[in-house]
Nanobody, 122 residues
């Protein structure tokens, strides 16, 4: 089936930057919207950013102006560039695809990655 695998998490000081990546693998024709969610300890998972297959982006207010989402359709990857990180950005970040076109007329999803930890120290 279709798998999403994240990479790039880690520990960074407040004000620093990290770049997350997510690669999709499997047999499919295309992926619709791809994006990122995050879940901090004791909190619900929240949406962070999304990029459409055509490149249109949207962001949660809490990260607007600091985070940039991008994708490479040829490589089936999505990235999240995170700048000016704050301690409140600490969370497990999950890659998300709302649906995948397995073959014309056959949709499958949503799909989630396994998550990557981002820790921002003050």
């Amino acid at each position: 089936q279709v798998q999403l695998v994240e990479s790039g998490g880690g520990l960074v000081q407040a004000g620093g930057s990290l770049r997350l990546s997510c690669a999709a693998s499997g047999s499919f024709v295309s992926i619709n919207n791809m994006g990122w969610y995050r879940q901090a300890p004791g909190k619900q998972r929240e949406w962070v950013a999304v990029v459409s297959s055509g490149g249109t982006t949207n962001y949660a207010d809490s990260v607007k102006g600091r985070f940039t989402v991008s994708r490479d359709n040829a490589k089936n990857t999505v990235h999240l560039q995170m700048n000016s990180l704050k301690p409140e950005d600490t969370a497990v970040y999950y890659c998300h695809a709302d649906y995948v076109v397995l073959e014309p007329g056959t949709l499958f999803g949503p799909r989630w990655g396994q998550g990557t930890q981002v820790t921002v120290s003050s």
